[in-house]
């Protein structure tokens, strides 16, 4: 077998994604998700002028090889854009391979480790009491595990509180929009927002929260230490990453569990974070992590140190990744956790897919492949357009994380 053709697709059903198709001589074809929120453009350029070049006349049976390839032979190693174009591609091989064989993803990871995936929903409100009534309509669908959001009060706008409905887009059209940011504000609301949840919820419904990045090593200790009470399943994103030591300072203070991981691109990115045992879920995801080749190498590495996976999973990745991430939990012995916020029906109908919700669980299906498949016509009545998150300052007007 060999690839003979290669081409990305940018559309945006409700919100943009590339798509990376890859094409063989038997008439087979793969997809991988090529989707960087806000620089979809640069992942498709890659790809389309530095990638798929290469891939022509490749067998694209050997994707161990070729990820190596595309990785070591760029000699630029890393990097959100480097890291998607390759994602893709591994994606798509490994949705062809399932192809040629025959048989799920899945069933090539190894099979089946348990009955599916559980996933938690996106539960949020502008404030306490509408979160908790977003909370109650997730449970009434069936899931087991909730991340709960709330607005700040004083702030006009935070992270991770939507349009009241299951669909939560934080890109909007246009240049980024300016939000603000209270440390102080955010620090007195988010345990009342948790003692009303296990109040009004009870303790049989596994809780959530993420901080997006947005406290330092200190904040996120004494936030920790003031969620104790309320067991949460994870705390995401306490303080930036980039400083995997940051990490030992909040360990050292709360049992509360930790996340971590939806912006890494490489295991070096956490290989300190997992081998001193500083988190206890490894948040990477397929398409930014340069492919299920090495998501496997980070589960089995985090396996060995009590981490449990809990893949990213937002809307702005396309159900390609989705399903990849389906597929992966549904195999992988250290599953923890897999987020789904639920695509919008018409990314669902460009992307016709194989895996399923039901009961608090995603099952990836038995279709060949991946199960994802990219209906062409549909999605070029869907042209890209330009969309950014949103950035972030504190009230004096500094730039902070968003
Ligand atoms: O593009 C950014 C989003 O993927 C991110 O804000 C979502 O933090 C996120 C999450 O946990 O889903
Ligand atoms: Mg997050």
Redesign the pocket.
Known sequence: MKIVDAKVVVCSPGRNFATLKVITDEGAHGLGDATL?GRELAVASYLTDHVIPLLLGRDPSRIEDLWHELHKGAYWRGGPVTMSAIGAVDLALWDLKGKALDTPVHNLLGGAARRGVTVYGHANGTDVDAALDAARGYLDLGYEAVRLQCGVPGLDRT?GVGRGDLYYE??QEGMPLQETWSTDAYLRMVPELFAAARDQLGWEVRLLH?V?HRLTPIEAARLGKSLEDYGLTWL??AVPAELQEGFRLVRQHTTTPLAVG?VFNRITDCHTLITEQLIDYIRVTPAHIGGLTPLLRVAHLAELYHVRTGC???T?LSPVNLAASAHFGLAVHNFGLQ?Y?RHTPETDAVFPHAYTFADGMLHPGDAPGLGVDLDEDAAAAHPYRPAY?PVNRKLDGTVHSW
Request: a negative charge; charged letters at 40%; zero cysteines.
């Open positions: 929120n992270y934080p890109a993420d997006h995401e994103d939806e990213h999973g937002p702005d987020e916020m998150l």
